[in-house]
């Protein structure tokens, strides 16, 4: 059974920075998606930046371009999103899912089956 235990959020002024943690645990392959997507209330879930490993394809959206660095240690199955520069806007709930064998480069929520429990993100102006 694949689980996956975010951490790393919380309360930060705007321009700060936060890493978020994913930890993956369950993949049978080392060939899997991982996603960071978002939610803010009254939104729709928007993927934020997805990789795969493997074939070293990544997303970012446009908005978190330059801001946002999504990576990972294969070897400890934990996956990191280094936010930077951070923006009231950026307030989100945050989940990491993963894929077995998926894809990241179009980072769309229904493409992944696993997910975490989502970690708060809060940026104050």
């Known amino acids: 059974e694949v689980q996956l235990v975010e951490s790393g959020g919380g309360l930060v002024q705007a321009g700060g920075s936060l890493r978020l943690s994913c930890a993956a645990s369950?993949?049978?392959?080392?060939?899997?998606?991982i996603g960071w997507f978002r939610q803010a209330p009254g939104k729709e879930r928007e993927g934020v930046s997805c990789?795969?490993?493997?074939?070293?394809?990544?997303y970012y959206a446009d908005s978190v371009k330059g801001r946002f660095t999504i990576s990972g240690d294969i070897a400890k199955n934990t996956w990191y999103l280094q936010m930077n520069s951070l923006k009231p806007e950026d307030t989100a709930v945050y989940y990491c899912?993963?894929?077995?064998?998926?894809?990241?480069?179009?980072?769309?929520?229904?493409?992944?089956?696993?997910w975490g429990q989502g970690t708060q993100v809060t940026v104050s102006s």
């Open positions: 990789t795969n490993f493997k074939d070293g394809v990544t």
């Open positions: 899912a993963g894929e077995e064998y998926g894809s990241a480069e179009y980072c769309q929520a229904y493409e992944y089956e696993h």
């Open positions: 369950g993949f049978t392959d080392d060939d899997y998606a």
